[in-house]
């Protein structure tokens, strides 16, 4: 059968797009891989506890309300609280106001750096107005302009000038927040603690805005894939032909087919890939395109893609742990951003990893140095931690807490580790090295009070989604060249390939990814789709 739109990849880029295809009346057809959509946003329960394993929480960033609102969906959500710590001091974000407690947070870890704290609060203030700008209203990509005239001359016009103002100056301080850093402080703490919240070379505007992101973040009662399982419902309902278990192994853009790991061969006047971009060119035989320049536009598309990695990945360790929901509420909010050490990283996490791999180039990963930089790393990285009973206290058992711990990861010596044959060896001794650290540092006893763990590291990442070096937001920032579109007002052009009738959509087809833009970008695939041949 020839569908009129095939969508590749059942996370929150695929279903997007397969719900807006299908309310445009289209036959829809959507092939994932695993046996549950929904990709790098899952919800599992164990034991009673249920654990988010990739999103933690979602911010709306002007786009998820809205799309659900356009979409007739309706999802619980409540607020989801953020707070923030360094060693004994932590602090709860919960209004704009809290800038100024995060700035005294700094100045009393910092005291010597009183004046550069002050510089980068400055900044955050001023990028927190071009967030409010950028974000502050409903995305007009998900409003009916024709029919919604007051959103049309009271709130989108005037918003065009602020926000063609706004964008030059976002798009000015689009290098590396690192380099930025550098400029306001030398305090090498002070720059660590910063920084290392963020993938390494992450846009400086992006990080620096971060702010205003804490006080966005939403939870989904019942979980974080509960908003991928509304989705799901809305397709399922529209009759789009949803097949899981099943990747696309081959892809042929002159035929228009792709053909599935059994064989099967299915048509499309239109297909929007919503998973790993590398998958989709090794997926096609260049050589055998007949059109001389769209075989030679698909080789190069591939050489670029070839040479670029994914983003940092993360490494997560799941704790059920016999202690009421209350002793944990009393330290924090339920989503915390912990750096135990005031020193921070500094360069152990760059010059230090990359000397680590680089001694050992020629032979398997010893355990012993390679134990040693991770003790270093874990008591000195900056921790998300995610109690998901704080959010809805249905989602653990009575008078015990569940917590999602995790740590930007390198998705590198995930692997140098697993080659060197010690991979289960490091799982163990990444989830004693946390548990010490957080046991030691916020939650005293909490080592005794663990019934039960497990962690997840860049390579399972892979391994269940495909997704290049376990990737969780796309591309890296710091490779030489973006190859992805980046700038807001170039996004409608992200979902174009070199190919007139394959369509992309989700985290590799806009950097910075994440779920807002892969809601935006799926749709934006989805309308493509709909209109005449390029
Ligand atoms: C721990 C963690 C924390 C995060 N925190 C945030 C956050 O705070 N804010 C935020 O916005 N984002 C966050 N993210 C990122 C966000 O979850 C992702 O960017 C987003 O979900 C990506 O959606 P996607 O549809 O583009 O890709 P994916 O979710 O990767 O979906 C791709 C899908 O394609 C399938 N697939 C792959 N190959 C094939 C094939 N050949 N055939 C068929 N199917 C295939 C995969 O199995 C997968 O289901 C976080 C992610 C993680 C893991």
């Not at 990709?39 to 786009?63: H, K, P, T, W, Y």
């Amino acid at each position: 059968m020839t569908f009129d739109v095939l969508v590749v990849g059942g996370g929150a880029a695929g279903l997007t797009a397969a719900a807006y295809a299908a309310r445009a009346g289209r036959t829809v057809a959507l092939f994932e891989r695993q046996a549950r959509l929904g990709g790098l946003v899952q919800s599992v329960e164990r034991d009673g506890f249920v654990f988010d394993m990739g999103l933690r929480a979602v911010e709306n960033a002007g786009i998820v309300l809205p799309m659900l609102e356009e979409l007739g969906l309706r999802l619980d959500f409540v607020r989801s609280p953020v707070s923030i710590g360094i060693g004994n001091d932590l602090i709860r974000v919960d209004s704009e106001a809290s800038l100024a407690d995060y700035r005294d947070l700094l100045v009393r870890t910092y005291p010597d750096s009183a004046a550069d704290v002050d510089r980068i609060m400055a900044l955050i203030t001023r990028i927190m107005r071009d967030m409010d700008v950028l974000y502050g209203i409903d995305n007009p990509l998900f409003k009916d302009l024709m029919a919604d005239r007051r959103y049309l001359f009271g709130t989108l016009l005037p918003w065009m000038f602020r926000f063609v103002v706004t964008i030059g100056r976002i798009n000015r301080m689009s290098g590396p927040v690192e380099a930025l850093l550098d400029e306001l402080t030398d305090d090498d703490g002070l720059k660590s603690i910063i920084g290392q919240h963020f993938f390494k070379g992450t846009p400086a505007f992006f990080a620096m805005s971060y702010f205003s992101v804490y006080l966005d973040y939403l939870y989904p009662r019942g979980g974080t894939a509960a908003l991928m399982g509304l989705l799901e419902g809305y397709v399922r309902e529209r009759g789009v032909d949803v097949r899981t278990e099943l990747p696309i192994v081959g892809v042929d853009p002159e035929a228009r087919t792709v053909s599935d790991r059994d064989g099967g061969v299915h048509g499309y006047r239109r297909l929007i890939w919503c998973a790993d971009l590398k998958t989709l060119y090794r997926a096609i035989d260049a050589a055998a395109i007949a059109d001389p320049r769209l075989a030679g536009a698909v080789a190069a598309r591939r050489a670029e893609l070839e040479v670029s990695s994914g983003s940092d990945s993360v490494l997560s360790l799941f704790l059920s742990v016999d202690e009421a929901p209350e002793t944990f509420a009393a330290i924090s909010e339920g989503h915390l951003f912990y750096s135990p050490d005031a020193r921070g990283l500094g360069d152990l996490h760059t010059r230090g990893l990359e000397e680590l791999l680089a001694r050992h180039a020629d032979e398997p990963l010893p355990e012993e140095p390679a134990k040693a930089y991770l003790d270093a790393y874990f008591a000195r990285t900056t921790y998300e931690v995610s109690i998901p009973v704080l959010k809805d206290p249905a989602l653990a058992p009575p008078g015990k807490t569940g917590l999602v711990v995790s740590t930007l990861f390198d998705y590198r010596l995930t692997r140098r580790i697993q080659e060197a044959g010690w991979y289960d060896a490091f799982r163990e001794h990444a989830a004693d090295a946390m548990t010490a650290v957080l046991d030691a540092r916020l939650y005293p006893g909490l080592g005794a009070k663990v019934l039960s763990r497990f962690t997840t590291t860049p390579v399972t990442l892979e391994a269940y989604t495909g997704n290049a070096d376990g990737a969780i937001v796309g591309w890296a920032f710091d490779g030489a060249r973006m190859p992805a579109v980046h700038q807001m007002q170039r996004v409608a052009r992200s979902v174009l390939t070199p190919m007139p009738d394959v369509l992309q959509a989700g985290q590799w087809a806009y950097s910075p990814g994440g779920v807002p833009m892969a809601f935006l970008t799926g749709k934006l695939a989805a309308e493509r789709a709909g209109k005449g041949r390029r």
